[in-house]
């Protein structure tokens, strides 16, 4: 059974950086692209970024204007997001997705506990 668990989140100022981890366990970390999605209050959770299994191919969000950057490091089964100029509306939590096979927009079928990143003006 996959394992996700998210660290990194916390709360910080507008125009700060931060980077969020994931580290997978459980099964084959090559056969599953991985994704972070995001859940503002009131809001359905979204796509933010996502990455194939050996980091060729990544989409991102619209909404990313380029501040955010999804990389992963296959011999340690983890996968970050370096996010910069954070603004308030990046205020969620923020999930790390798993899905086996290639990189989509959609269908992942695990998830972590969520990680809650909170953005001040």
């Known amino acids: 059974q996959v394992q996700l668990v998210e660290f990194g989140g916390g709360l910080v100022q507008a125009g700060a950086s931060r980077r969020l981890s994931c580290v997978f366990s459980?099964?084959?970390?090559?056969?599953?692209?991985m994704a972070w999605f995001r859940q503002a209050p009131g809001k359905e959770r979204r796509l933010v970024a996502a990455i194939s299994w050996n980091g060729g191919s990544t989409h991102y969000a619209d909404s990313m204007d380029g501040r955010f950057t999804i990389s992963r490091d296959n011999v340690n089964n983890t996968v970050w997001l370096q996010m910069n100029d954070l603004q308030p509306e990046d205020t969620a939590v923020y999930y790390c997705?798993?899905?086996?096979?290639?990189?989509?927009?959609?269908?992942?079928?695990?998830w972590g506990q969520g990680t809650q990143v909170t953005v001040s003006s």
């Open positions: 997705a798993a899905r086996w096979g290639p990189i989509a927009t959609r269908t992942y079928d695990y």
């Open positions: 459980g099964r084959t970390f090559t056969t599953y692209a």
